[in-house]
């Protein structure tokens, strides 16, 4: 009988290159609910934290939810070239940073980077590999429900991100993968997005992220 020599792959595994994954949907969809829940479960990913323009509201922590500056600030971080992408959003501004991108990429480390529905279509341009996850409502009442329990947007602001919630949902197709977050099954939406990651991981022909 013919002895099987050992093919094992080099240390340089494809399983290896790091994943780009962008969390999006519209809002209200629970995607701050679904990454404190894959952040609590102890997932290895680096959660790469917004900067933005828009009030602190009091359960936020600077740092943490995310990088709260100035309007003059963020316009410094956009002439010096420090941001990925960048978006103004129902009046506030929105960015990426892409100094911790790049550290993160350079330790070989899986990102997840949330980020609007806008900001996705510009990650897209510029890391056409990433990984597009649409983070949905399971019904427009439901999503109505959340937006009223978060008790910060006033009438005329509700019927606004209603609106654009329809128009945003029809971008589906810009996304790699659609997950919906049902109101009591936020476990179920975390697992869906940790098997995607699995199953990438798993690709013959990986993604090749460079920044």
Not at 22 to 31: D, E, M, R
Not at 119 to 148: N, Q, V, W, Y
Request: hydrophobic residues 35%.
């Amino acid at each position: 009988m013919k002895k099987t020599t050992d093919r094992s792959l080099p240390s340089s595994d494809l399983t290896s290159r790091p994943l780009f994954i962008v969390l999006s949907g519209s809002s209200g969809a629970g995607k701050d609910a679904v990454l404190a829940k894959l952040k609590e479960s102890g997932y290895p990913l680096n959660y790469i934290t917004t900067t933005t323009t828009r009030p602190q509201r009091p359960n936020e922590k600077n740092g943490i939810d995310y990088h709260f500056v100035s309007i003059e600030s963020f316009q410094q971080m956009i002439k010096k070239e420090e941001l990925l992408e960048w978006a103004n959003v129902y009046g506030n501004w929105y960015g990426v940073p892409k100094e911790p991108v790049r550290k993160a990429l350079a330790k070989g480390q899986d990102i997840m980077v949330k980020v609007d529905i806008q900001g996705a279509a510009s990650i897209k341009k510029i890391l056409p590999e990433g990984i597009f996850i649409f983070l949905m409502p399971p019904s427009k009442d439901e999503l109505l429900t959340r937006l009223k329990q978060r008790h910060t947007e006033s009438p005329s602001e509700l019927a606004l991100r209603l609106k654009a919630a329809e128009e945003e949902i029809k971008q589906l197709p810009l996304f790699d993968y659609s997950v919906t977050n049902r109101w009591d099954e936020i476990e179920q939406a975390v697992a869906t997005i940790k098997a995607i990651i699995t199953a990438e991981k798993c690709r013959v022909t990986p993604r090749k992220i460079t920044l």
